[in-house]
């Protein structure tokens, strides 16, 4: 059956915030409490501008929830909320020069409205940086670590009785621990605060459709050039239970998709207790730190149980499971079976590789080398025929020789990735490689990723035509009026799409489709629309709006570098 309801958004933006259609608080259910109603006039209407990748995304929604179920009302734009809560992320300077670059415009927004009232949280709240801040950012009034923001509501003196959620008073959330010697949040009530926000329904995800799942938080790599152990604080799992009872409810409300969320989403487990029920999970980690996985859940685990939530008709309820972003050292075997076994496991791993050279990996404090990562890719593409693979990589980081980069390209020729998240290396302070000499210059670091960019445009090119004249299955999650396309072959015009997996860096959702004008134009009652194949291809189509939510057959018949087009089969 088709589904026709309409795709919610949360207002994610980038440079200049967009109109968001707004939202009404949580009102108490029960009217004998209507006199205790939250008055609208005494509470803030809220905006929150997100950046970075899908993990900050998700935590917005829980935010945003938090907010609503605390009777705030959500603004339409930012000019017009009472409180901003700006989701930051660090991961290059680029990224936190965004918000700087802001202050002014937020002094006077609250010049025009001087009860407005700034959060910044997300990772350029850093224990480490708190001190210096309020210099940074000088427009704001409260900030938050990633692991403080479900305290948001608590934090801004909104908690009312019906809005403190899983928030015990006197529990002190902002523990801190040490990473690399330097102080980071402990984070470790996340997982259970995050139970609680879901219980109570507190979460307000940002569509209907396809829903972000977090599994683990913060990240026990230590890559050298990364900034997200010091933001995200070590790793911590959330109890499988609690995983499966949230994507239970997923299933009921119907969504179609979930993306299983974590910076290391396939290190899932290893921190858990031991249990009976998983005397059968040996996963074994063949590269890195020696960790006790034995009879812990892992992610294979996880993938199994959600793919067995039935629909009755004894097929997965949610039919497309996604999990991001997967790590070298802790791709298993069973990971392996799990993808090419579980029905509803999409073809697509993002699997980063950083580098095509040996020397720089090692100096990236990556811990594998090529030779395992192509191991590891030969094994998946044997196991699930087709699979789509996509990478990320960093070019100019410390001491890349041409050579080195050279050696990246040959591997991007040979891996022949479907997609490449590339990015100048942005030194970022309290990471172990700003101690070493950044000596790639600026334009040389913007040369090579161009080089590299072009040469993936034919790879990807390349993997897309094969895809001419076959069919493949569309999860549609865009309408949009033929109007609103007019300037689709300008570049970055068309392929709005949620970037993924890393948006700040430079890659295919930040291209521009294809570059030509689709030839066939919606009929009566038709609207372009677009959606994700199964391996994570947009493809562009023309039908029905009502089609929105619904998976439906296409026959490709065009391709693009970015992009296919096809026709509803
Ligand atoms: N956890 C994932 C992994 O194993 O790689 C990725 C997380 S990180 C949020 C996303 C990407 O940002 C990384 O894969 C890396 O390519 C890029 N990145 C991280 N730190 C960077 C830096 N200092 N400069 C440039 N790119 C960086
Ligand atoms: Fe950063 Fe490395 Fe952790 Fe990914 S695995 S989040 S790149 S430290
Ligand atoms: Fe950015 Fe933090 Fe994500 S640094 S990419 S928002 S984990």
Same mark, same amino acid.
């Given at each position: 059956m088709i589904d026709l309801r309409p795709s919610r958004r949360l207002p994610?933006?980038?440079?200049l915030p967009p109109v968001s259609a707004g939202r009404d608080a949580a009102l108490p259910?029960?009217?004998?409490?209507t006199e205790f109603r939250p008055e609208d006039v005494a509470l803030p209407s809220f905006f929150v501008w997100t950046l970075g990748c899908q993990m900050n995304r998700s935590d917005s929604e829980e935010m945003a929830g938090r907010l609503l179920a605390a009777g705030c009302p959500e603004a339409a734009t930012l000019e017009g909320a009472d409180l901003i809560v700006i989701n930051t992320c660090a991961i290059r300077e680029a990224a936190e020069a965004k918000v700087v670059g802001r202050q002014g415009y937020l002094a006077t927004l609250r010049d025009r409205n001087p009860a407005l009232r700034v959060v910044l949280t997300g990772c350029a709240v850093r224990e480490l940086d708190r001190g210096r801040l309020p210099r940074r950012?000088?427009?704001?009034?409260v900030f938050l670590r990633p692991d403080e923001e479900p305290e948001i509501v608590e934090r801004l003196g909104l908690a009312s009785a019906q809005a403190s959620v899983g928030i015990a008073s006197?529990?002190?959330?902002a523990r801190t621990t040490i990473v690399n010697r330097t102080v980071v949040s402990?984070?470790?009530l996340l997982p259970g605060t995050r139970a609680a926000a879901v219980a109570a329904g507190a979460v307000h995800r940002g569509s209907s459709i396809s829903a972000w799942l977090p599994i683990v938080y913060g990240c026990d790599k230590?890559?050298?050039?990364?900034?997200v152990p010091l933001t995200r604080g070590p790793e911590r799992s959330r109890p499988f239970d609690d995983i499966i009872a949230e994507a239970r409810a997923l299933a009921a409300a119907g969504y179609r998709e979930v993306t299983l969320l974590g910076?290391?989403?396939?290190?899932?487990?290893?921190?858990l207790p031991p249990e009976a029920r998983f005397a059968h999970v040996d996963t074994e980690r063949s590269v890195g730190r020696r960790l006790d996985r034995a009879a812990r859940p892992d992610l294979a685990e996880l993938l199994a149980a959600v793919d067995g939530i039935?629909?009755?008709?004894?097929?997965?309820?949610?039919p497309r499971l996604r999990f991001l972003t997967s790590h070298p050292w802790d791709l298993s075997d069973r990971l392996i079976d799990a993808i090419a076994g579980r029905?509803?496991?999409?073809?697509?791993l993002h699997l980063p590789?950083?580098?095509?050279?040996d020397a720089m990996l090692r100096r990236m404090g990556r811990q594998y080398t090529v030779e395992h990562y192509r191991g590891r890719v030969e094994r998946l593409r044997a196991a699930v025929p087709g699979i789509a693979v996509s990478t990320d990589v960093i070019v100019g980081?410390?001491?890349?020789?041409d050579a080195q980069f050279r050696a990246t390209l040959r591997l991007l020729e040979e891996m022949r990735f479907d997609q490449v998240f590339a990015a100048a290396f942005s030194p970022r302070p309290g990471?172990?490689?700003?101690?070493?000499?950044?000596?790639?210059?600026a334009a040389e670091k913007r040369r090579r990723l161009n080089e590299l960019l072009a040469l993936q445009e034919g790879i990807g090119l390349d993997r897309n035509r094969a895809w001419l004249g076959r069919e493949v299955e569309v999860l549609v999650d865009q309408a949009s009026s033929p109007a609103s396309h007019d300037? !689709?072959?300008?570049?970055? /015009? @068309?392929?709005?799409?949620?970037? !993924?997996?890393?948006?700040? /860096? @430079?890659g295919p959702e930040k291209g521009h489709g294809d570059?030509?004008?689709?030839p066939e134009a919606p009929g009566p009652g038709e609207a372009r629309l677009a959606g994700r194949s199964r391996e994570g291809r947009l493809v562009h189509l023309v039908g029905d709006?009502?089609?929105?939510g619904a998976l439906v057959r296409a026959r490709i018949v065009h391709a693009g570098p970015y992009s296919l087009r096809g026709r509803l089969a």
């Open positions: 994610v933006v980038e440079i259910s029960d009217d004998r409490l950012y000088p427009a704001v009034d006197g529990v002190d959330t402990a984070a470790d230590t890559c050298t050039y990364c900034i910076q290391n989403v396939n290190s899932y487990g290893h921190d039935g629909d009755g008709a004894g097929r997965p309820a949610i029905p509803s496991v999409c073809e697509h590789i950083q580098s095509g050279d980081f410390c001491g890349e020789t990471t172990p490689a700003a101690l070493l000499p950044d000596d790639v210059h300037h !689709e072959g300008e570049p970055g /015009a @068309a392929d709005a799409v949620a970037a !993924e997996p890393d948006e700040t /860096a @430079a570059g030509e004008r689709p709006p009502g089609l929105v």
